[in-house]
């Protein structure tokens, strides 16, 4: 009987070298599967982390309404709360009053004052309207102090006093011929006006100032966040009222055992659950260990070991922009890819 081997040898190629071909394909799956298998490391009580912006208050007043819910995302510019000022209409008018005083008051010293002396007559009168002339800038000096009330009013009686005395005793004697004499005032008295009208103008700026200072705005963008502040509560200028969780720097914060730490690196890729929607990011920043971080000298030192904390350090994870609008301390789920 014969055998066709040909035939055999067919079928052998047709089909053996298939089954090689499948069986060389399994392997190779194993061995890439093998190679290329992932263990994973899962922390359940990671957190969204950030810094945070505080809002303060421009001006003293009573806090009218606050248009936001806590824990809300905000974009920069966007109105927070409302403010009841306390700087009235009353009190804009007496300071414009206030620096319309101080400018004439500076005017006038600049002008300085003319005096009429006698030229000839009794000596007596010459001392007579010298005291007058004194007398009678001191009484015009007070009164424009008085109205802008640096002094009391006793303090302008006592010039108004001297002066009307000195006139008297001028009025007593008759010279034969005046002339005018004009006296400048002193530097350093126009100097003091001056620095008077400068006070009172940035008295009213900042009182119109602090006048429309009615609206509250977001510095940046990010989360809301109320702290203490009610409405109705009054405030003072500079007094913080809210925070912003600020959206272009915020991150994830896992903690790890040294042990874990160990098996991650800086880049490395990382998956993350947010309220059961799926994200990716990368390591960002690993916190040094207390060896790493402690000097030589330091860690020589004697003595009985101190007792140590559970030992576990930070990882930062960049934040995927599309949950930037989370609160910091949102919960998330973090799978490292080991």
Same mark, same amino acid.
């Given at each position: 009987m014969e055998i066709d081997l040909s035939k055999k040898a067919g079928y052998f190629i047709k089909y053996g070298v298939a089954a090689v071909i499948a069986l060389a394909l399994v392997i190779s799956f194993a061995v890439f599967s093998f190679m290329n298998k992932n263990e994973t490391l899962i922390v359940h009580d990671a957190a969204i982390a950030g810094t945070f912006v505080s809002v303060k208050a421009r001006a003293p007043g009573k806090i009218q309404e606050i248009s936001v819910e806590d824990g809300a995302f905000v974009k920069a510019g966007d109105p927070l709360a409302t403010i009841e000022v306390s700087v009235t209409e009353e009190t804009l008018n007496q300071l414009k009053q206030n620096v319309e005083l101080a400018n004439k008051n500076l005017e006038e010293l600049k002008k300085g004052h003319d005096v009429v002396v006698p030229v000839s007559g009794g000596g007596d009168y010459s001392g007579a309207q010298a005291d007058l002339s004194r007398a009678e800038a001191r009484k015009d000096r007070m009164?424009?102090?008085y109205k802008m009330g640096a002094i009391s *009013?006793?303090?302008?009686?006592?010039? $108004? !006093?001297?002066y009307e005395a000195a006139k008297a005793r001028a009025a007593a004697v008759r010279p034969q011929t005046y002339q005018t004499v004009h006296h400048s005032t002193s530097p350093e008295i126009i100097e003091n006006a001056a620095l008077a009208v400068r006070q009172a103008e940035m008295a009213l700026k900042r009182a119109r100032e602090d006048a429309a200072a009615t609206e509250i705005?977001?510095?940046?963008?990010? %989360?809301?966040?109320?702290?203490? %502040?009610?409405?109705?509560?009054?405030? *003072?200028?500079?007094?913080?009222?809210?925070?912003?969780?600020? !959206? !272009?720097?915020?991150?994830?914060? !896992?903690?790890?055992?040294?042990?874990?730490i160990k098996k991650i690196r800086m880049?490395?890729? $990382?998956?993350?659950?947010? %309220?059961?929607?799926?994200?990716?990011?990368t390591v960002t920043e690993i916190e040094e260990s207390a060896e790493q971080t402690e000097s030589e000298p330091k860690a020589m030192e004697g003595g009985a070991p101190q007792e140590e904390t559970d030992g576990k350090r930070v990882v930062k994870i960049s934040l995927n922009e599309k949950v930037t609008t989370k609160k910091p301390g949102t919960p998330v789920e973090v799978i490292f890819k080991l």
């Open positions: 009164e424009e102090l *009013q006793v303090k302008r009686n006592e010039a $108004v !006093a001297d705005l977001s510095p940046v963008d990010g %989360a809301f966040f109320k702290e203490s %502040a009610e409405v109705g509560v009054e405030v *003072q200028a500079g007094m913080r009222l809210f925070n912003i969780g600020d !959206a !272009a720097n915020m991150w994830i914060e !896992a903690r790890l055992s040294p042990e874990d880049g490395g890729l $990382v998956s993350y659950k947010i %309220a059961g929607e799926e994200y990716t990011g």
